[in-house]
């Protein structure tokens, strides 16, 4: 299979997958929002989001290292996996005392607390479950991965149901994410022993060494994107309240739903990036610049519409108890388009062995995100925090560029039409989705492919992939 049948592949199963997986997540949020009402969704949210800042402690850099290095050489994965597994076991029982003694400090009530126990439990569970996952990742078998997704979301969404039916509570929903991490470990493990490699669970010190300083740079990038992606929910919640909380994670996970397109895709093309560093420099920038248009193509036109179709979409999901929300998701939804573009940039600099540049790009935005929490906050409530993120994601986008377009694999000066292209066909299908809502939305997605055709925003090489793709 060609290279490029390969990556849509994957790609594809991928988004079959997230796709899959997103909307059952959906469902399962739906019913949990609606049955706990804001302040409850809050109080589960803000322990997710502060048992999810402390799984950062569980892998510290060893996922995007092994899926680098096995897709590099794939003779190495039981290596991999066994060392990597016996480093987690010290990383994990870390992580769990320290939630501990960080909630305990904090003077939350009773039931929080215990909630971010459970839920760190879950977390624990999961950092093993992704070792696992790596390795598919590696091996270009996205399928896997796909299929664990939706599996554990079938879970959820069916305990949310019986939860919702028997009148269970809060803690419910905590035990059924546990219920659900321990489902995937088992189908990640026995998958992995059956059809790839035996891990053979050793403790190599000088391997192990090597791991640490390898992946210490990823893990860096990851610890300042916890603080970005899951601070703002904590601060919220000691600012303003839970039920602020609650209106603001309701548009915030609306957003990272749609995350799976961008996703899928980097996910998809990480592998053969990483090969490309080492077998041609030329196809790694031509490929980086493919997927810069395509997101640019995909990420611009879903901003305009959901800015447009919030209200509906708030409304019709959450309910009147959300309306807040609205305000929220049309601020937030831009920063998800950035993550369209920074997300290429992002793999482009892992692929080439650069992953301290991006953990310095990351740690600006989260310093800058806290401060800018720290100011928006206690006057704009839920506000303050989209335009925290926003801002934030801005300032990565433009360190990013500044460091891409002063290196050898600077974007080509084409790209700049083909923002203003994207931009023109996307305010015009804003006007009948603005006129006439969501009736528009299928006409102005046909108007909106139209569109690009006509300005050439597709040219013959895409064309040619295209048609690379569809080939049997």
């Not at 126990?117 to 796909?146: K, N, P, Q, V, W």
């Not at 790694?284 to 447009?308: D, N, Q, R, S």
């Not at 692929?351 to 600006?364: E, F, G, H, L, Y």
């Amino acid at each position: 299979m060609s290279t490029v049948r390969r990556v849509a592949k994957n790609t594809l199963v991928w988004l079959f997958g997230d796709i899959g997986g997103k909307i059952l997540s959906l469902l399962f949020v739906i019913y949990a929002a609606r049955y706990l009402h804001a302040e409850g969704y809050g109080t589960l949210s803000f322990a997710l989001a502060f048992t999810g800042m402390f799984g950062m402690l569980s892998d510290i850099g060893f996922y995007e290292l092994m899926v680098r290095e096995i897709a590099r050489d794939k003779s190495a994965a039981g290596k991999y996996i066994g060392n990597v597994i016996m480093l987690k076991f010290f990383l994990v029982a870390a992580m769990l005392g320290l939630i501990c003694i960080a909630i305990n400090a904090m003077n939350y009530p009773a039931l929080t607390v215990k909630l971010v126990y459970i839920l760190g439990a879950s977390i624990a569970i999961d950092a093993f479950s992704m070792t696992f996952h790596a390795t598919f990742h590696a091996f270009e078998r996205m399928e896997f991965i796909s299929i664990g997704k939706i599996l554990k979301n079938v879970i959820l969404l069916t305990g949310a149901v019986v939860i919702t039916y028997e009148g269970l509570g809060i803690l419910a929903f905590a035990y059924l994410y546990l219920i659900g991490s321990l489902f995937l470990l088992a189908y990640s493990f026995t998958l992995v022993a059956i059809k790839f490699v035996k891990p053979r669970f050793e403790l190599d010190k000088g391997f192990c060494k090597w791991l640490i300083k390898e992946g210490l740079p990823f893990w860096a990038s990851v610890v300042f994107a916890s603080v970005y992606y899951d601070i703002d929910k904590i601060m919220l919640s000691m600012m303003v309240g839970d039920v602020a909380v609650g209106w603001y994670s309701a548009a915030y996970k609306l957003v990272a739903t749609l995350g799976f397109i961008p996703t899928a895709s980097i996910a998809s093309i990480y592998p053969v990036t990483s090969r490309l560093f080492i077998s041609s420099k030329t196809s790694l920038k031509f490929a980086t610049e493919k997927a810069l248009k395509y997101m640019l193509m995909l990420g611009v036109p879903l901003g305009v519409m959901i800015t447009l179709l919030s209200d509906k979409i708030i409304l019709f999901i959450y309910g009147e108890d959300y309306v807040p929300s609205i305000v929220a998701l049309q601020i937030l939804i831009w920063s998800g388009v950035l993550l369209f573009v920074n997300s290429v940039l992002i793999n482009l600099l892992n692929s080439i062995n650069k992953q301290i540049m991006v953990t310095k790009i990351v740690a600006s935005m989260a310093a800058f995100n806290v401060l800018a929490n720290l100011l928006l906050i206690p006057r704009y409530s839920i506000i303050g925090a989209s335009l925290a993120t926003v801002m934030t994601r801005c300032l990565g986008s433009l360190l990013l560029f500044m460091w891409v377009m002063n290196s050898e694999y600077a974007i080509h000066r084409n790209i700049s039409y083909t923002v203003l292209k994207v931009g023109v066909a996307s305010v015009l299908i804003g006007i009948p989705i603005k006129y006439f809502g969501s009736i528009a939305i299928v006409p102005s997605i046909i108007l909106y492919v139209c569109l690009i055709y006509g300005m050439r925003g597709i040219d013959e090489t895409d064309v040619k992939l295209i048609k690379q793709i569809i080939a049997r």
